[in-house]
């Protein structure tokens, strides 16, 4: 499946099908070669027979403030979740910067102060980082990236093929917060709401999760970019099973409900920063729900799905009158409609 | 939510099914056409098609202001944007429409200014904060879009802004409708009206179909069980052997339409004696464009326009699927050559085009036995 | 063409004749008015929303009306059976009820 498209587009970074096919049909193939690999949020590494995880992530949003955070708290939290979710406690993270010639001074300061903040309340240390300042123009105010590197938690194993018939899927908390706020943010469709990105470090609530239920649990992942639809419909695709998700089990805060309706949009395609999901097999589902409700932020965790024969390889959402309907993977960013 | 939530109840969702059920006679088939694009997309959103009868088919019709748009236009209005530079915009629903060099987005790759915008009236804030640029609105869809058009420009003439145009694609949903029953291979036994359409021409304009095609319409509404009860409504009529325009979505469409919409069409647009609908054809009179008294404003008196007519590949059945007479899944290239990534024809680009629904919501749906129990 | 959603209206803009400000669950928007000036809706009616524009006002008492129609399938369905139960074939008269 060689990469074919004759230029980057948008679409490519937008974290749905397009972004799936530049990383399976260029990257990949390139860099590793084992193009059947299953792609997870962080790598896991062996240092002299001491097991690693490291992941890298690059942050570019505009608004760089945002009701609720700024670009430096989802460059801290994006890298300590994406080691979460793949069982490892982040330790040390680097940052670079990419910024651009003119940039505020306070501006910058500003974000690095909140680096610092969110590292703080993450438990991790900065340790290093690099800087380029770029011309006028070429950068959109700044970019931020950051790779982080932790040690796995002992007893979790994450594995899309360890997922089993009769799991269950669990989801940390409300969905569509962050995306709809960015979008309100940049203030093109001149709506208002009283919004707020949800970027946390999940670490904590994954480390409640692991301490009563870890030999349960089988695959977690963060859903940024192209939202819960994308990172099941990925998952569907790695374990070659059916997810069934229940619509009247999602929990959507009212004003994003009210955006997506208004512009058209579908919360299970919209980013979030602050929330992961999780596959667990269903002897322990009801630890997991009990640690996770009663840990500090867990509070609104829901179980939304299970596992199933079909339909195979992709996500079917139903309703209580037994409507239903298949949900893919993002083609490329949401965009709002008016038909 | 507010009149939004208590039409999505689950339990007299049940209770409506099951007088769909009770009504519709085991030893027919009835083929119902929804005539617009957004109960298209309403149908496969909710599921609806799992709760209705095998013998209840729902065929889709051609109210898509996306899908009937050649690509001809598109490729006019983006070029009128690259050799003029002014500033493009469009609703989300266009971004992703092919033209023969590529989707506004993919002009926006290579540097054309190309936004978003929610609303026409948006369109023209962005040009009275950037009076050194010129902003091309480019309009489309049916009567229910076209008022907002009229009142912008309106308004625009109003405050005597001079860096605004539209690029006027609206069409009409009548003829639309009379090109579906006037194509021999259509059989049709009732119709799902566009409700929204409705809220500004009304019921009337409907009142031929009944009375002359002998074919029950009801002017639905789009959330489920403003949808069940119109097939509700339109059992009894065929069950009664009658054929009239029922109005189910009461609370929001007025039987004589909103005159004042009305009126604001007649004032900035008339009708084109003819205008071409991908898939359908050239049609007469069904389609609209600027008054002379705004031709300052209209983008294609102000800015040369190249005109060029593209035909779909032979191999595209957009036409047929579009007039109801194929499924999607009938169409040689669905699913191969034609996917929502790589679309070849509109109804593969526009979400609410039969054929991008399908492959997104249904396609895969083959492969289950019995979704009925489900938690 | 489609996509319309009802909003209420919070208030009107002070000094712009045809704004007003409609919310939908806490998401709020200047909405033109300009295609209901017929009948001018005031903070606290109900009006569908379609690209910025508010198209029509939202009748309570019809949308009232229609669930209280829905609501009586089902109840229809349990008069009829006990009137067949009384061995009287009606069942000409059931569209009546409605």
Known sequence: ?339 | MRFVDEFRDPEIINRTAEEIRRLADPKRHYRLMEVCGGHTHAIYRFGLKDVLPSNIELIHGPGCPVCVLPMGRIDDGLSIAKEQGVTFAAFGDMMRVPGTQGSPLEHKARGIDIRIVYSPSDALKLARANPNKHIMFFAIGFETTAPSTALTLMRAKAEGIKNFSVFCNHVTIIPAIRAILDSPDMRLDAFIGPGHVSTVIGCRPYEWIAVNEGKPIVVSGFEPLDMLQSIVMILRQLNAREARVENQYKRVVPWEGNRAALRAMAEVFQLRPYFEWRGLGFISQSALRIRDGYTPWDAEQRFHVPGVRVTDPRAAQCGEVLKGVLKPAQCKLFGRECTPEHPIGALMVSTEGSCAAYHSYEHRKNLLTNIHTVA | MCLAIPGKIVELVPGSPNLGTVEVVGVRRKVDLGLLQDDMPVPGDWVLIHVGFAMSKISEEDALEQMRTLMMLGEADQAMDEVRGYGLEDHGNYEKLN
Not at chain 1, 46 to 65: Q, R
Not at chain 1, 233 to 239: F, H, K, M, P, T
């Open chain 1, 1 to 339: 499946m060689r990469f074919r498209d004759p230029q980057i587009e948008m679409a490519h970074g937008a974290g749905g099908k397009a972004s799936r096919k530049l990383i399976e049909g260029l990257f990949v193939p390139i860099l590793s070669g084992a193009a059947t690999q299953s792609l997870s949020d962080a790598a896991q590494v062996e240092i002299n027979g001491i097991p690693l995880a490291i992941t890298t992530d690059s942050f570019v949003v505009k608004p760089l403030t945002f009701p609720g955070g700024s670009i430096g708290e989802l460059a801290v939290n994006g890298t300590m979740n994406d080691l979460a979710v793949s069982g490892a406690v982040g330790k040390a993270l680097v940052a670079t910067f990419v910024l651009e010639e003119g940039l505020p001074t306070t501006v910058l300061e500003a974000e690095v102060r909140a680096m610092a903040n969110a590292a703080r309340q993450a438990g991790v240390s900065i340790v290093g980082g690099d800087t380029k300042v770029v011309e006028h123009g070429k950068a959109d105010k700044m970019y931020v990236s950051t790779t982080g590197v932790g040690q796995l938690m002992p007893g979790v194993r994450v594995d899309p093929a360890s997922v089993r018939t009769g799991d269950k899927v669990i989801l940390s908390g409300p969905i569509g917060d962050h995306g709809i706020t960015i979008l309100l943010a940049r203030g093109d469709l001149d709506f208002e709401a009283d919004l707020r990105s949800d970027t946390r470090c999940v670490l904590p609530l994954i480390q409640a999760l692991a301490r009563e239920a870890a030999p349960g649990i089988r695959w977690m992942r963060d859903p940024t970019r192209g939202g819960v639809a994308t990172s099941l419909n990925e998952l569907a695709r790695d374990c070659g099973l059916g997810i069934t998700i229940f619509e009247e089990n999602i929990p959507v805060r009212d004003e994003v409900r009210g955006a997506c309706e208004l512009l058209g949009l579908d919360p299970l395609h919209i980013a979030n920063e602050g929330q992961f999901l999780a596959v667990v097999a269903a002897e322990y589902v009801e630890l997991a729900m009990n640690a996770l409700t009663l840990a500090d932020g867990g509070q609104e965790a829901r179980i939304i799905g299970e596992v199933r024969e079909q339909p195979a390889s992709a996500v079917l959402v139903t309703t209580r009158y037994g409507g239903s309907r298949i949900i893919d993977m993002l083609v490329g960013d949401p965009l709002p409609r008016i038909c």
